[in-house]
């Protein structure tokens, strides 16, 4: 496949793709090739610069796309920070206002959900099998993010 730089006789430019000059020269004459502008076929390959080495701009392109790659990479970092920070001041305020009932999680959920226990704030630990069963019960609850993680 060879892509060349095309003109219409209006004189826009635009890219085509051929099996090989051969092809483009055949297309061409049966008037075959249309301009995706004005829709004439009259269409002609457009002068076109060698491509034969790098070029300083090239080199600046480079650098800069480097540069970029870096404060994305900067950033992404930023935020992951401000999502760390923010978990644990969510850990925090929980551990702060609410009781906590260690391992019975799933028993003091349940109980509040079917009235057996006044309502209110508790925090705790639940296994995978509890979190499926409250939540095949439909009682609601929110995974914490652990005070355990650390920093990468």
């Known amino acids: 496949m060879i892509l060349y730089k095309l003109q ?3 004189e826009h430019s635009f890219d ?4 090989d000059g051969k092809t483009f020269d055949r297309q061409a ?4 090739i249309e301009c995706p502008y004005c829709g004439k076929t009259e269409i002609s ?7 034969i080495a790098k070029s300083a701009s090239h080199d600046i392109e480079s650098a800069n796309s480097v540069a970029g790659d870096r404060v994305t ?3 992404a ?15 925090e305020y929980v551990e702060k206002n609410y009781e906590d009932v260690g391992d019975k999680f799933a028993d003091e959920a349940r109980a509040m959900h079917y009235g ?14 509890e ?13 914490v993010p652990g005070s355990n993680r650390k920093n990468s």
């Open 8 to 10: 219409c006789c209006d």
């Open 16 to 19: 085509g793709w051929f099996r």
């Open 29 to 32: 004459k049966a008037g075959q």
């Open 45 to 51: 390959k457009a002068p076109m610069a060698p491509n």
């Open 73 to 75: 990479e900067t950033r």
């Open 77 to 91: 970092h930023q935020v992951a920070q401000q999502i760390l920070e923010a978990a644990t001041k969510a850990r």
């Open 116 to 129: 057996e226990r006044e309502e209110g704030g508790i925090y705790g630990h639940a296994s995978e099998k």
């Open 131 to 143: 979190e499926k069963e409250l939540e095949e019960e439909g009682i609601d609850f929110v995974r």
